[in-house]
């Protein structure tokens, strides 16, 4: 019997983020699109990039989050970089 799973979120790649920036800006809705196991979900909670980071991170902390060339940054370790105190 197969088990009913959430879906894991996809990294952003190269080319994901290159479509992204070529699609025009969207005024945000106080109505959000979640991802549940089934499928989009509405939301009237909308959550904070770093809110939203934060839940993944402790979740699949080893679950890739960011894929460059060069380097791949897992949920845990992009939540570490985010959060990492910044000389000003």
Do not use: K
Request: cysteine-free; hydrophobic content about 30%.
């Amino acid at each position: 019997m197969r088990r009913n799973r959430a879906r894991q979120p996809s990294p952003v790649t190269m080319q994901s983020a290159q479509r992204d920036e070529e699609e025009p800006a969207r005024q945000p809705s106080p109505v959000t699109m979640q991802r549940g196991g089934q499928g989009a979900v509405m939301s009237s909670d909308p959550q904070t990039i770093p809110a939203v980071l934060d839940r993944i991170a402790r979740e699949l902390p080893d679950h890739p989050a960011l894929v460059t060339p060069d380097r791949t940054l897992t949920f845990g370790q992009l939540r570490e970089e985010v959060r990492r105190p910044r000389p000003r």
